[in-house]
Nanobody
Framework: QVQLVESGGGLVQPGGSLRLSCADSGFALDHVAIGWFRQAPGKGREGVSCITSEGSTHYAASVKGRFSISRDNAKNAVYLQMNSLKPEDTAVYSC?????????????????WGQGTQVTVSS
């Protein structure tokens, strides 16, 4: 059973950085694709970044060059490093796992979701 837990959110000033973590205490995340999504108040959910089981990565145009996704298999975690944060990055960020076709992470259905962590970018 996949049980994802996000951490690392918080309040940061524009231009600042945060690193979000997505971890699972029991399921090996290196065998699945992990996606990071966000949802701002009054807006729909947006895909931010993802990484396949083979290590291929993808980024939304709005975060490319500022965000970076990576795995630490020893810690069974996936990270989203967010730099040069903007007020429009404010949202609840959630990670999700695709266990059915982990060689893909774009245009596929994610079957397990974490609860999310709030990121607020404000001065």
């Amino acid at each position: 059973q996949v049980q994802l837990v996000e951490s690392g959110g918080g309040l940061v000033q524009p231009g600042g950085s945060l690193r979000l973590s997505c971890a699972d205490s029991g399921f090996a995340l290196d065998h699945v694709a992990i996606g990071w999504f966000r949802q701002a108040p009054g807006k729909g959910r947006e895909g931010v970044s993802c990484i396949t089981s083979e290590g291929s990565t993808h980024y939304a145009a709005s975060v490319k060059g500022r965000f970076s996704i990576s795995r630490d298999n020893a810690k069974n975690a996936v990270y989203l490093q967010m730099n040069s944060l903007k007020p429009e990055d404010t949202a609840v960020y959630s990670c999700a796992a695709n266990t059915v076709a982990p060689q893909f992470c774009v245009g596929i259905r994610y079957d397990y979701w974490g609860q999310g962590t709030q990121v607020t970018v404000s001065s």
